[in-house]
């Protein structure tokens, strides 16, 4: 199989793929808006593209001159759609500028040029020759590149300048995921600038398959990518608003031991203390921040680190991080064992109730539970 024939081969499995991705999105049970309608369009454009590549490289176009002629530009709707994801999974489409209008304006108008042309040379060129269409056609990608080039910078300013729109979303997703997209995506940027200029200049269509193969990966593993970490925000930001302080978190689990401890340490002042501890942290929900430490709380009741550590061990079964990771998993088994969260992701319920990973939510889930959150929740 020679490095063309690869090439086909991602570029149909890419489009297989992607109509599977829209087919899977579109009969979800869950209701979903506009951030993955427009991720679902970036997807089925991308799709689009290469179906329509493949089917030019292996031949199956028809012969007719309207259908050989009019390639489609399906590939200037992508960043655009992709932009438009990006806005609303940040939720600040109300506060940047909206392309999708100008976008579509784009689109059609490229299509009716092209159309015109078609005519204009069918019916009075002689022999039909295209050369006038090819002409146009580097023109027109030349002006869809500049377009896109646009859109991705200033995806890329949204992302890492303008961090004052991003506070509300930072508080359920680090975005590392779409800065990878932003770093990767100067890659497939680069291959199309190179593949457009080779083409200028030699007229080979060669340096295509690069930026066919990159863009075709990259495209589809941050689209996979958006959806997993769309709704996996959606679930955490129901989630967060019904999370309620609840003191029953504190149970008969914590209970006092003094093994192999000095008695004097137990007293009316230290018991009163500890009470105190569990209150603030209960109260003021500290064990839904990932990065809380034993120093911050510490310093928040006015207590050496040595002393409030002390407290813990003594007075609970555990040292402060099962301490903090027992209130995380109680929280964790209210929703799990609750219908109507039944539809909501375990990793967002973990992620939610304070845990910085999958891994780590699951591994402090068994620890307390002997069983995973899965087999936890099928219980009822």
């Not at 489009?15 to 899977?24: D, E, K, P, S, W």
């Not at 991705?152 to 359920?172: A, G, N, Q």
């Not at 040595?306 to 555990?318: E, M």
Request: some cysteine.
């Amino acid at each position: 199989m020679d490095f063309k024939s690869v090439i086909n081969f991602f570029l149909i499995a890419g489009v297989v793929q992607g109509f599977g991705f829209n087919l899977v999105t579109l009969l979800v049970k869950k209701k979903f808006n506009k951030a993955i309608i427009f991720l679902n369009f970036t997807v089925l454009f991308i799709s689009l593209n290469n179906l329509q590549r493949w089917l030019i490289d292996n031949g199956y176009i028809c012969e007719l001159f309207l259908i050989q002629e009019l390639e489609v530009p399906w590939y200037v709707l992508i960043f655009p759609m992709f932009y438009a994801f990006t806005t609303h999974f940040l939720k600040i489409q109300d506060k940047v500028n909206d392309f999708i209008k100008v976008t579509t304006g784009i689109f059609v108008l490229e299509i009716i040029i092209r159309l015109c042309l078609i005519s204009y040379v069918y019916h009075s060129i002689p022999d039909r020759d295209d050369t006038l269409i090819e002409f146009y056609t580097k023109i027109e990608e030349i002006i869809n590149l500049i377009y896109c080039i646009f859109l991705f910078v200033t995806t890329c300013l949204i992302i890492y300048k303008r961090h004052h729109l991003l506070f509300y979303i930072s508080s359920f997703d680090d975005l590392n995921w779409l800065k990878w997209f932003i770093k990767l995506g100067v890659i497939v940027i680069a291959f199309w600038v190179i593949a457009v200029i080779v083409k200028g200049f030699t007229g080979n269509e060669e340096a295509y398959k690069f930026l066919r193969l990159s863009s075709s990966l990259l495209i589809y593993w941050i689209c996979y990518q958006g959806f997993f970490k769309y709704n996996v925000v959606r679930d955490r930001i129901s989630l967060r608003s019904s999370i309620e302080t609840d003191m029953a978190l504190i149970d008969d689990d914590q209970k006092n031991q003094n093994s192999g401890l000095n008695d004097d340490f137990f007293n009316e002042k230290h018991q009163a203390d500890f009470e105190k501890i569990k209150t603030h942290i209960v109260k003021g929900k500290l064990y839904l921040d990932p990065l809380l430490s034993m120093e911050s709380v510490a310093s928040d009741l006015g207590m050496s680190k040595s002393y409030f550590s002390k407290l813990i061990n003594s007075y609970s079964d555990y040292n402060f991080s099962d301490f903090i990771n027992s209130l995380r998993v109680k929280q964790a088994k209210k929703f799990l064992s609750n219908d109507e969260f039944s539809e909501y992701t375990i990793v967002a319920i973990g992620l939610e109730c304070g845990f910085n990973s999958k891994s780590t939510f699951y591994s402090a889930f068994k620890k307390f539970t002997s069983v995973t959150p899965t087999i936890y929740r099928n219980q009822f």
